[in-house]
């Protein structure tokens, strides 16, 4: 399986953008890029996926690198509520009936007010 | 609001004793999985469920059991718990299918101290 690589925490103000980054240099041509984040003491939820072209929703938006090597997720004003764990998860676009989800360690998110 | 939802937040259970853990999903959702969280280690699958009666290892099966007797219910089971069972076990469910864009969705967890 294609593995993800994200930096172990991160530090944001309140109200200013986040760029939380992974990266996924063996990534296939028929993985998606998913997003979760835990909030403390919380079930992981989702928050955005992509393939090629960027995303947009009412959480966050998804920037994917042209040759899909790294991906960055971006809170666009974070909140004291944005302060979570945000994995970065690849998944093959047919992976069986089931396809997992294989979590690694994530990115703690600080909010500072 | 779709919900899965767990039997227990927090559960005590001495070493031994057979545990049950039990999950609900309203979204009428095939998939269902059981994850354990320990820090340091993310999460790591259980066992999953593809339909009723069917399930499949998950990446550290031993030492738990599952059953899905119906589609909406996914229990895992402790036959006889060890102290290195002590973790949160969060439950998710998904619809059916082989596309890579399905969103998992999952319950607040319970948290399970084994004595």
């Known amino acids: 399986d294609a593995k993800t690589t994200q930096p172990n925490s991160m530090e944001s103000n309140e109200e200013e953008p986040v760029h939380l980054p992974c990266n996924h240099s063996?990534?296939?041509?028929?993985?998606?890029i998913h997003w979760y984040r835990q909030l403390p003491s919380q079930g992981p939820e989702y928050v955005i996926h992509?393939?090629?072209s960027n995303v947009n929703n009412r959480m966050a938006s998804l920037a994917i690198a042209e040759d899909r090597k790294s991906s960055t997720l971006i809170l666009h004003r974070a909140t004291l509520r944005d302060a979570a764990v945000y994995y970065c998860i690849l998944r093959a676009i047919y992976g069986g009936a089931t396809n997992k989800l294989i979590f690694g360690t994530g990115t703690l998110l600080a909010v500072q007010p | 609001d779709v919900k899965v939802t767990q039997s227990s937040r927090y559960l005590v259970k001495r070493t031994g004793e057979k545990v049950f853990l039990e999950c609900v999903q309203d979204m009428d959702h095939e998939n269902m999985f059981w994850y354990r969280q320990d820090p340091g280690l993310g999460l790591r699958l259980i066992y999953f469920s593809y339909d009723v009666k069917m399930k499949e290892k998950g990446d550290i099966p031993e030492g738990y059991s599952v059953s899905r007797e119906k589609k909406e219910r996914f229990s895992l089971i402790l036959e006889s718990a060890s102290t290195n069972q002590t973790s949160m076990y969060l439950c998710?469910?998904?619809?059916?299918?082989?596309?890579?864009?399905?969103?998992?969705?999952f319950g607040p967890g319970t948290r399970l101290t084994v004595l």
């Open positions: 998710a469910s998904s619809p059916r299918g082989g596309r890579g864009d399905n969103e998992q969705f």
């Open positions: 992509g393939l090629t």
């Open positions: 063996t990534i296939s041509g028929t993985d998606y």
